[in-house]
């Protein structure tokens, strides 16, 4: 069996007495591309965010790796790296200066090296030196990936990665995304409003409404579960009803 | 804050500095030195808190607050990498400041001598206090604060007797000058000024209440972090 890379258990985090996450409990396994699917407000971001230790958990336990993530925060943040639509990197500077931060804020050895793989990974070459505040929203995206790629992630957290994209630059997304989980065999948690999306992407899926896990399984699985045609009826049908 | 805050502070500030020309029929002594130096000195320490806080505030206007936060980075190694960014500004102000000042008015602030040296590590550090309680507090309650990385500083400014002494204050007020150690910096850098004295006790004031409002300050921002943690503000402040 597979080795446990994200333990969840018993997750809870509230907001001003509403319940944001209630009592979340789920494995991801070595080398898993996972789909967390719900619709708005479901508890997806405040999942991440907390597996990221940038909202503090009511109570509730996360092991990465099976270390608790609140001990050893530095250590497992290093093996963790995210990317997402919503946010972004320091304007004034070049793509190739971003990337030298946060490979020196993630203590990577070899750093240049690694840059220029990335680089060639990514098909940046010509955005080397362009300054950040130029780039489009699809070269946006591939920053935002090129800084999570950059440190090799067991753990890989990818928010909404596609959202605000064209369909073409999309793919193009998806598609490097899968290439790299392929090459270097990494764990992805992956939060989509697409559902084709999901079915394209995920081993399996978590399935959250009002910060509960609802369903969890393949997509074949959890189709089966509601008695729906597709996914997006499976989406529909808990949004709605509740 | 421009109908209320601004007009306040002025009002404040050049009143006392009324107060204290009018006590001086004659003309002040050495009034270029007093207000030129005073001036550079001032700015060291409104640089050093902004090289703090507009360093913070640069993190949220490119949404990347999350990405530094969410990295392996401590609450601790980001306010000692914004400290290092605030050095390099008062750095690049002093010597454009004393240049100008030399070219422009003869004024040479090299006068103050030795004590110099201690008189700006104590302005830098006291701006890097209030630095720090300010980019707590925007951390805290967001871009709606945003305003104070501005405004915050100049609340000190009337207590720091940066252009009169510390006896034109009011009573209670000269209380509270003496737990402000740029006060003391001020009040060191006339008495250097006017009698050439090395002024030991107003810097071992100054360093001593530095050292615990540093302290206190470094904590307070390590406790509102875990704050913004808590409430989910470092998220929405951030992203």
Redesign the interface.
């Given at each position: 069996m597979a080795k446990t890379i994200v333990r969840v258990r018993e997750l809870t985090?509230r907001?001003n007495g509403l319940t944001a996450v209630d009592r979340i409990s789920f494995d991801i396994y070595e080398g898993e591309i996972i789909g967390l699917l719900g619709p708005n407000g479901a508890g997806k971001t405040?999942t991440i965010?907390m597996l990221?230790?940038?909202?503090?958990p009511n109570s509730g336990q996360i092991l990465i790796d099976g270390r608790n993530l609140s001990q050893y925060?530095?250590?497992i943040?290093?093996q963790?790296n995210?990317a997402?639509s919503?946010?972004?990197?320091?304007?004034?500077l070049t793509v190739e200066e971003n990337l030298q931060i946060?490979a020196r804020?993630?203590?990577l050895p070899h750093r240049q090296e690694r840059i220029e793989q990335v680089i060639d990974e990514l098909d940046m070459a010509s955005l080397r030196a362009k300054l950040?505040r130029t780039l489009s929203s699809g070269q946006m995206t591939r920053l935002s990936l090129a800084?999570a790629f950059l440190t090799q992630p067991k753990l890989l957290l990818l928010d909404e990665p596609t959202a605000s994209l064209d369909p073409d630059s999309a793919d193009k997304t998806r598609a490097l995304v899968r290439k790299y989980q392929r090459h270097f065999g990494c764990t992805i948690l992956y939060t989509s409003h697409n559902m084709r999306e999901m079915e394209e992407m995920s081993d399996r899926i978590i399935f959250l409404q009002r910060g509960k896990v609802v369903a969890s399984g393949t997509t074949q699985e959890i189709i089966s579960q509601f008695g729906r045609r597709d996914l997006e009826d499976v989406f529909l049908t808990v949004a709605r009803t509740g | 804050m421009e109908i209320f805050y601004w007009p306040l502070l002025d009002l404040i500030v050049w009143g006392f500095i009324t107060v204290y020309l009018a006590q001086f029929k004659n003309g002040l002594p050495s009034v270029v030195a007093f207000f030129i130096g005073a001036l550079i000195l001032w700015d060291i320490l409104f640089r050093a808190q902004q090289g703090i806080t507009i360093s913070f505030l640069?993190?949220i206007w490119?949404?990347?607050l999350?990405?530094?936060?969410?990295?392996?980075?401590?609450p601790g190694e980001f306010l000692a990498a914004t400290m290092i960014i605030s050095l390099s500004k008062v750095g690049a102000v002093l010597i454009v400041s004393v240049l100008v000042a030399w070219a422009f008015y003869s004024f040479n602030l090299f006068i103050l001598g030795i004590s110099l040296i201690p008189f700006i590590l104590n302005l830098i550090i006291m701006g890097w206090v209030i630095g720090i309680l300010t980019t707590a507090i925007i951390m805290r309650y967001g871009q709606e604060a945003e305003v104070l990385a501005w405004g915050m500083v100049f609340i000190f400014q009337p207590v720091s007797c940066v252009f009169y002494p510390i006896s034109v204050l009011p009573g209670f007020l000269q209380t509270v000058a003496q737990l402000i150690p740029a006060a003391h910096v001020f009040e060191g850098m006339r008495d250097v000024i006017t009698n050439s004295n090395f002024p030991l006790t107003e810097l071992m004031w100054a360093s001593g209440l530095n050292a615990i409002y540093l302290f206190a300050a470094i904590l307070w921002f390590h406790y509102v972090y875990?704050v913004a943690?808590?409430?989910?503000i470092?998220?929405r402040v951030?992203?």
């Amino acid at each position: 069996m597979a080795k446990t890379i994200v333990r969840v258990r018993e997750l809870t985090k509230r907001f001003n007495g509403l319940t944001a996450v209630d009592r979340i409990s789920f494995d991801i396994y070595e080398g898993e591309i996972i789909g967390l699917l719900g619709p708005n407000g479901a508890g997806k971001t405040t999942t991440i965010h907390m597996l990221l230790d940038i909202v503090t958990p009511n109570s509730g336990q996360i092991l990465i790796d099976g270390r608790n993530l609140s001990q050893y925060r530095e250590e497992i943040l290093r093996q963790i790296n995210f990317a997402s639509s919503h946010i972004a990197m320091p304007y004034s500077l070049t793509v190739e200066e971003n990337l030298q931060i946060f490979a020196r804020l993630y203590e990577l050895p070899h750093r240049q090296e690694r840059i220029e793989q990335v680089i060639d990974e990514l098909d940046m070459a010509s955005l080397r030196a362009k300054l950040t505040r130029t780039l489009s929203s699809g070269q946006m995206t591939r920053l935002s990936l090129a800084k999570a790629f950059l440190t090799q992630p067991k753990l890989l957290l990818l928010d909404e990665p596609t959202a605000s994209l064209d369909p073409d630059s999309a793919d193009k997304t998806r598609a490097l995304v899968r290439k790299y989980q392929r090459h270097f065999g990494c764990t992805i948690l992956y939060t989509s409003h697409n559902m084709r999306e999901m079915e394209e992407m995920s081993d399996r899926i978590i399935f959250l409404q009002r910060g509960k896990v609802v369903a969890s399984g393949t997509t074949q699985e959890i189709i089966s579960q509601f008695g729906r045609r597709d996914l997006e009826d499976v989406f529909l049908t808990v949004a709605r009803t509740g | 804050m421009e109908i209320f805050y601004w007009p306040l502070l002025d009002l404040i500030v050049w009143g006392f500095i009324t107060v204290y020309l009018a006590q001086f029929k004659n003309g002040l002594p050495s009034v270029v030195a007093f207000f030129i130096g005073a001036l550079i000195l001032w700015d060291i320490l409104f640089r050093a808190q902004q090289g703090i806080t507009i360093s913070f505030l640069e993190e949220i206007w490119s949404r990347n607050l999350m990405n530094l936060f969410a990295s392996p980075l401590k609450p601790g190694e980001f306010l000692a990498a914004t400290m290092i960014i605030s050095l390099s500004k008062v750095g690049a102000v002093l010597i454009v400041s004393v240049l100008v000042a030399w070219a422009f008015y003869s004024f040479n602030l090299f006068i103050l001598g030795i004590s110099l040296i201690p008189f700006i590590l104590n302005l830098i550090i006291m701006g890097w206090v209030i630095g720090i309680l300010t980019t707590a507090i925007i951390m805290r309650y967001g871009q709606e604060a945003e305003v104070l990385a501005w405004g915050m500083v100049f609340i000190f400014q009337p207590v720091s007797c940066v252009f009169y002494p510390i006896s034109v204050l009011p009573g209670f007020l000269q209380t509270v000058a003496q737990l402000i150690p740029a006060a003391h910096v001020f009040e060191g850098m006339r008495d250097v000024i006017t009698n050439s004295n090395f002024p030991l006790t107003e810097l071992m004031w100054a360093s001593g209440l530095n050292a615990i409002y540093l302290f206190a300050a470094i904590l307070w921002f390590h406790y509102v972090y875990g704050v913004a943690k808590d409430k989910g503000i470092l998220v929405r402040v951030g992203g």
